[in-house]
C-alpha cells in the first residue's frame, strides 16, 4: 500500500506538515505524533457531513500553512518541537463501517506501535472504538483510560439494528475490554439521551459522568481535577475524545447533532491545554466536524484549534520534563517564559 492520501479532495497535510506513509516505517520512525484523516460518515444519526471534516481540520487557519505554529501562551511550536507528521486519510468507505473501522485500528495501532501519538481527525465519533482499541493494542487493554468531551454518552446498545455507529462507541469499548468502564470519565453531556436503561447500563460499569449541570454548579476546573485523578488511577495513558458537539451550537455549529448548552470555545480549549499538559496523552480524536452544516467555519476553526491546542501542550510538557521547568498561566504575555 502507498500512502494513504486524500479521500476527498487535494491530498495535503495538517497546516503544511511533513507527510509520511504508514507501510513505510522509515517515514514515522521518531515521530512524537501521526495524523491520520478518518473521512467517515457512515455511523451518523441525523446530519451527515463528516467524511469532509479531516480536509477542514487539516485546512482552517488563516495563517500560512507552513509547518510552524508558535503558541503565544505555552511558549512552544507544537509542529516544529514535536515531530509531527500526517499519513493521509485511511480510506473508510461510508456504506462498510466494519471493514472501515477496521482499517481505522489496524493504521492507529501501527502508529501506537511506533511509539507515536495517533492524531485521528474525523469523521463521526464511531471512529472512537478504533481510534482507542488501536491504542490499547499496544499499551494493554485496561491500561489506556479515556476522556471523552461530548454532550452525548454514545453509550447506546444497538441503533438502527446495528451494533456500529456513533451513538455507540463508547459501550463497544468496554464491552471490547479494552477500556476500564471505571477509568471512563466523560464531560460535558446534557439534553435528552441517553434513555434511563443506559444510564443504568453506565452506572453498572461505574463510569463517571459530568453533566452539563454538575459542571456548571461546581466548575469546570474542579470537575476536571477530579476526573484527572481517576484517569491516571491504574492506567498508564490517557486518550482524548473530543466530539466537537461538546460545545454550544453557537461556537461549534457545524455538526451533526447540535444540543444547546455546551461549552464555550474557550472552556474547550483550556480544557484541552490542561489535560496534555497534565497527564500523558497517548492518542487523541477530534470528532464530528461535518463542514457542509458549518457557518463561516466556525466548527472547522475550532477543531483545527484544538489539534493545535493538544500538540502546544504535549510539547510543552515534554520540555518542562526535559528541563525541570513548570508552565505558569499568571504571568504576563511579555515577560520571558523560556526559563519558568
Ligand atoms: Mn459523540
Redesign the pocket.
Known amino acids: 500500500m502507498s500512502r494513504y492520501g486524500a479521500q476527498y479532495g487535494p491530498d495535503v497535510t495538517f497546516l503544511g506538515v511533513d507527510r509520511c506513509d504508514l507501510a513505510d516505517g522509515a517515514s514515522f520512525a521518531g515521530a512524537d505524533v501521526v495524523v491520520l484523516g478518518a473521512p467517515f460518515d457512515g455511523g451518523t444519526s441525523h446530519r451527515p457531513g463528516t467524511r469532509f471534516g479531516p480536509q477542514a481540520i487539516r485546512t482552517t487557519d488563516y495563517l500560512p500553512h507552513d509547518g510552524s505554529r508558535p503558541s503565544l501562551a505555552l511558549r512552544v511550536d507544537g509542529l516544529r518541537d514535536l515531530r509531527v507528521v500526517d499519513a493521509g486519510d485511511v480510506e473508510m468507505f461510508g456504506g462498510d463501517i466494519e471493514r472501515s473501522l477496521g482499517a481505522l485500528e489496524a493504521a492507529v495501532e501501527t502508529v501506537a506501535r511506533a511509539g507515536a501519538i495517533p492524531v485521528v481527525l474525523g469523521g463521526d465519533?464511531s471512529i472512537a472504538f478504533p481510534d482507542a482499541k488501536g491504542v490499547a493494542n499496544v499499551l494493554g487493554h485496561g491500561r489506556v483510560s479515556m476522556l471523552h468531551f461530548?454532550?452525548?454518552a454514545?453509550t447506546g446498545d444497538i441503533e438502527f439494528g446495528s451494533l456500529w455507529g456513533?451513538g455507540q462507541p463508547m459501550r463497544r469499548l468496554i464491552e471490547s475490554g479494552a477500556l476500564r468502564g471505571d477509568r471512563f470519565l466523560q464531560i460535558g453531556l446534557r439534553g435528552y439521551w441517553p434513555p434511563p436503561e443506559t444510564l443504568d447500563w453506565m452506572a453498572g460499569q461505574r463510569m463517571r459522568s459530568y453533566e452539563m449541570t454538575e459542571i456548571v454548579h461546581r466548575g469546570l476546573a474542579e470537575c476536571l481535577t477530579e476526573a484527572f485523578a481517576i484517569a491516571t488511577d491504574e492506567c498508564d495513558g490517557v486518550f482524548l475524545s473530543v466530539?466537537i458537539?461538546v460545545c454550544d451550537p453557537g461556537h461549534a455549529p457545524g455538526t451533526g447533532t447540535p444540543e444547546p448548552g455546551g461549552l464555550t470555545a474557550r472552556e474547550l480549549l483550556d480544557a484541552v491545554r490542561r489535560i496534555c499538559l497534565e497527564l500523558p496523552v497517548v492518542g487523541v480524536d477530534v470528532?464530528?466536524v461535518s463542514p457542509p452544516y458549518d457557518h463561516a467555519d466556525i466548527t472547522a476553526a475550532l477543531a483545527n484549534r484544538v489539534v493545535l491546542e493538544a500538540l502546544s501542550a504535549i510539547a510543552r510538557r515534554g520540555r518542562d520534563a526535559r528541563d525541570g521547568t513548570r508552565w505558569d498561566p499568571s504571568l504576563p504575555l511579555l515577560t520571558d517564559r523560556t526559563d519558568t
Open positions: 465519533h461530548d454532550a452525548h454514545d456513533h466530539d458537539d470528532v464530528e
